[in-house]
């Protein structure tokens, strides 16, 4: 079992919503910063959404005010809620974590989840 398990990707249509979850499979693996990335075909990997401590949370311009992160440490788990999705938000989205903090394209990250589709029709 990985470290990181994403769940709750799947096929909506645009203007819906998913919630994806990442549950981490020890404490350990709950670090400081967490978050989430996306990369979809052809492009690059983005940080679409970040977490830092309890509350402290940071948005890529055009998932802002559309997508939520959340964490729960108790629960080992680290959450995702994406309202208003569109076309252009169809990826492969990855939990990831790190003790010190996150480029945008993926350095730094200490731990990836297997990563879960999101795909979002017109």
């Known amino acids: 079992q990985g470290q990181l398990v994403e769940s709750g990707g799947g096929l909506v249509q645009a203007g819906g919503s998913l919630r994806l979850s990442c549950e981490a499979s020890?404490?350990?693996?709950?670090?400081?910063?967490m978050g989430w990335y996306r990369q979809a075909p052809g492009n690059q990997r983005e940080l679409v959404a970040s977490?830092?401590?309890?509350?402290?949370?940071n948005y890529a311009p055009s998932v802002k005010g559309r997508f939520t992160i959340s964490r729960d440490n108790a629960k080992k788990m680290l959450y995702l809620q994406m309202n208003n999705l569109q076309p252009e938000d169809t990826a492969v989205y990855y939990c990831?974590?790190?003790?010190?903090?996150?480029?945008?394209?993926?350095?730094?990250?200490?731990?990836w989840g297997q990563g879960t589709q999101v795909t979002v029709s017109s």
């Open positions: 020890e404490s350990r693996y709950m670090l400081n910063t």
């Open positions: 990831a974590t790190t003790a010190d903090h996150f480029s945008p394209t993926g350095g730094g990250v200490d731990y």
């Open positions: 977490i830092f401590g309890r509350s402290n949370t």
